[in-house]
Antibody, heavy 119, light 107 residues
Framework: DVQLVQSGAEVKKPGESLKISCKGS????????IAWVRQMPGKGLEWMGI????????RYSPSFQGQVTISADKSISTAYLQWSSLKASDTAMYYC????????????WGQGTLVTVSS | EIVMTQSPATLSVSPGERATLSCRAS??????LAWYQQKPGQGPRLLIY???TRAAVFPARFSGSGSGTEFTLTIRSLQSEDSAVYYC?????????FGPGTKLDIK
């Protein structure tokens, strides 16, 4: 079965940097886009951006452009989401999700990584 | 950016009954509409794509319909495990956008 396994929960202070990960298995990681989706506490889903691990082609939602960086290391089937300077408003659950081969819906999801930013 | 709206925000239905959830797009998305189920403490799961094609892991009690701007998710013979938040998402236009969700309670 396709699996996306995300790194564990993080507690950080404002201004700190962070990189969380999403490791894919049981499918050809390089051939499927991986997206990141934010869910703030008690809120809905927000699409942040997407990367094609095969060539690291990356697209961002306008709302998140410049706020985060999405990357991937295809040699270890892992995608990343990183912040250079966290804010309290970055506190949220973050999911990675695999994009369908043909269409931009998401057929497999990671278990989520909770990021808490607090002084 | 296409704005998705969902109604109602919360729906409370008895076991064995039917639930009807609505999703509306601010402009036509043709049939490029997906539904996801999210249970408490879990990540979302793909439920419906192409507006009406059910993902294999879900039973036939779940069905989707609609095209253009109006879509419906129908769940028949409700069971307690159907309690969840249901999100719609359009993928006709870039960027993909989600609706705010409908919370379904099985009372």
């Amino acid at each position: 079965d396709v699996q996306l396994v995300q790194s564990g929960a993080e507690v950080k202070k404002p201004g700190e940097s962070l990189k969380i990960s999403c490791k894919g298995s049981e499918y050809s990681f390089t051939n499927y886009w991986i997206a990141w989706v934010r869910q703030m506490p008690g809120k809905g889903l927000e699409w942040m951006g997407i990367i094609y691990p095969g060539d690291s082609d990356t697209r961002y939602s306008p709302s998140f452009q410049g706020q985060v960086t999405i990357s991937a290391d295809k040699s270890i089937s892992t995608a990343y989401l990183q912040w250079s300077s966290l804010k309290a408003s970055d506190t949220a659950m973050y999911y990675c999700a695999r994009r369908d081969w043909n269409y931009v819906y998401f057929d497999y999801w990671g278990q989520g990584t909770l990021v808490t930013v607090s002084s | 950016e296409i704005v998705m709206t969902q109604s109602p925000a919360t729906l409370s239905v008895s076991p064995g009954e039917r639930a009807t959830l609505s999703c509306r797009a601010s402009q036509s998305v043709r049939s490029n509409l997906a539904w996801y189920q999210q249970k408490p403490g879990q990540g979302p799961r793909l439920l419906i794509y192409g507006a009406s094609t059910r993902a294999a892991v879900f039973p036939a009690r779940f069905s989707g319909s609609g095209s253009g701007t109006e879509f419906t998710l129908t769940i028949r013979s409700l069971q307690s495990e159907d309690s969840a938040v249901y999100y719609c998402q359009q993928y006709n236009n870039w960027p993909p956008t989600f609706g705010p969700g409908t919370k379904l309670d099985i009372k």
